[in-house]
């Protein structure tokens, strides 16, 4: 019964980990739909010591050149794409809107809710049991 309860202590962060992993990302898909600003950027990858980075620089609403991180590193010459960032976080930019990210993070939010409700049913259940 011990291992049983344990095993529930430890289901619980991976659920509210999960949770707000998809939380966050079908948050960033919305603030880009609702008030997101389509601009042509220039899509480059930047070698590091530590490795490549991807990067995305743009002129934003007030004429200032951004760069933010890109969501993936391309091959080594530039190319140009549109993005759509957000005026308000500068660091939210994606070069277009993908459903399959809010099917998963809606998958997300779901399993981590199972994850999480099962986790607290079984400390429920244990703390009956040794009571």
């Known amino acids: 019964m011990r291992l049983l309860l344990v095993l529930a202590v430890g289901l619980l962060p991976v659920g509210v980990i999960m949770c707000w992993v998809g939380a966050r990302s079908l948050r960033e898909q919305l603030v880009l739909w609702r008030r997101g600003i389509r601009v042509p950027a220039v899509a480059e990858r930047w070698d590091m010591r530590a490795g490549s ?10 004429g200032r050149t951004q760069v933010v991180n890109a969501e993936r590193v391309r091959a080594k010459p530039a190319a140009e794409v549109e993005i759509v960032y957000d005026p308000v976080d500068m660091t939210v930019a994606r070069e277009r809107f993908w459903l399959a990210e809010v099917v998963v993070a809606t998958l997300c939010i779901v399993t981590g809710l199972a994850v999480t409700v099962s986790g607290v049913a079984t400390i429920v259940l244990a703390v009956v049991a040794f009571a």
Do not use: N, Q, S
């Open 53 to 62: 980075v991807g990067v995305y620089r743009f002129l934003d609403a007030a």
